[in-house]
């Protein structure tokens, strides 16, 4: 069978060779298919990954997206799960695709639902996370990469901070803090402390190595140390924050809240993620707000009325936040 699927896939790379290409995708797709319906998931795979490679390194996008598409489709009928040579021909695809073609965002969307659903993390595969991240990243496709590279691996920190870190120099000098935010915030909020840790410190070094000139103050504890900006206010308060969920101590918290409340009012983005962080690491509930019409019928009929629709996380951008994955 072997040489079987060999000569297959020399053949339709002979296609592709001769420019042949929408000929070389409709035949796959028959070959394909005849071993799906055999259940021959083996044959079908070789079948598939090596002829989308082919298309894709002869820059056929669309026809060769369109194979790595319906390789994870065979992927979930034969209820693979995602090991490293899964992965690895997943990672290959990709790897060749070109800047902007449009299959691969779907291509993208299907391996990482795959590997959620066959897989032990119900957000995807950490590793095809931090891949795509990756390549976004490179591509300065800001949204993507973060959302792949805040699910990633212990390598995807670095290379998120990397990319937020030169978007931040591309503007002015004030707004550091809220580039650092970027991966800080949403790094606490799926659970990651460590990583979130590790963009402020990457972040706060090339900032006081660039620029000497903002007074950098290095304030150090027995665990921990953390550099004090005096014109940079909310990025104090980023490093603070840190130290205080180490801690785990809500009054801690609550003062450091207090204390920068001018400047944290003023990033108004800021304030539902730092509600969600309170109650994840402190125990400190939003107040509920309180529905007078309900509260009246409460009291008419002796039950607690409707039940309060609860409201939907989300973001710093406005986008569904993760749900929060464990420390860390």
């Known amino acids: 069978m072997a040489s079987k699927v060999d000569r297959i896939v020399a053949r339709l790379q002979d296609k592709i060779a001769d420019g042949d290409f929408y000929e070389a995708q409709q035949q796959t797709r028959v070959a394909a ?35 790595c598409v319906m390789l994870v489709d065979v992927y979930r009928q034969a209820e693979l799960r995602p ?9 290959t695809c990709l790897r060749l ?23 032990e993390y119900p957000a995807g595969d950490p590793e095809l996370h931090h891949v795509a991240g990756s390549i976004y990243a490179e591509e300065h496709d800001t949204y993507e990469a973060e959302r792949h590279l805040l699910l990633g691996t212990k390598d995807s920190p670095e290379v998120l901070l990397k990319m937020e870190y030169a ?9 550091a803090p809220q580039f650092a935010a970027r991966a800080i915030l949403p790094y606490l909020l799926v659970g990651n402390v460590r990583a979130a840790n590790t963009c402020y410190r990457l972040f706060t070094s090339a900032l006081s190595t660039d620029s000497p000139n903002l007074g950098v103050q290095d304030v150090s504890s027995a665990s921990s140390d953390v550099r004090i900006f005096p014109s940079l206010p909310l990025l104090n308060f980023l490093g603070l924050l840190l ?74 951008r406005g986008v569904d936040a993760p749900a929060p994955a464990g420390l860390d």
């Open 33 to 67: 298919s005849r071993h799906i319906k055999t259940r021959n998931w083996p044959a079908a795979i070789d079948i598939l990954a090596s002829v989308a490679q082919a298309l894709l390194r002869a820059g056929q996008g669309g026809s060769g997206g369109d194979l």
């Open 83 to 91: 090991d490293a040579a899964a992965k690895g021909r997943l990672l």
């Open 97 to 119: 695709f070109e800047a902007g073609e449009p299959t691969r965002k779907k291509f993208v969307g299907e391996m990482i639902g795959w590997s959620a659903k066959f897989g």
């Open 167 to 175: 978007w931040y120099k591309e503007g002015d000098a004030h707004m």
């Open 243 to 316: 130290l205080a969920i180490q801690r785990g101590a809500p009054e801690v918290y609550k003062g450091l809240v207090s204390k920068y409340a001018t400047q944290v009012n003023e990033a108004e983005v800021w304030a539902e993620p730092l509600e969600m962080i309170a109650e994840m690491y402190f125990g400190i509930q939003k107040p509920r707000q309180s529905n007078p019409l309900m509260d009246m019928m409460s009291g008419f009929f002796g039950g607690g009325g409707a039940p309060q629709q609860q409201p939907q996380r989300r973001g710093l």
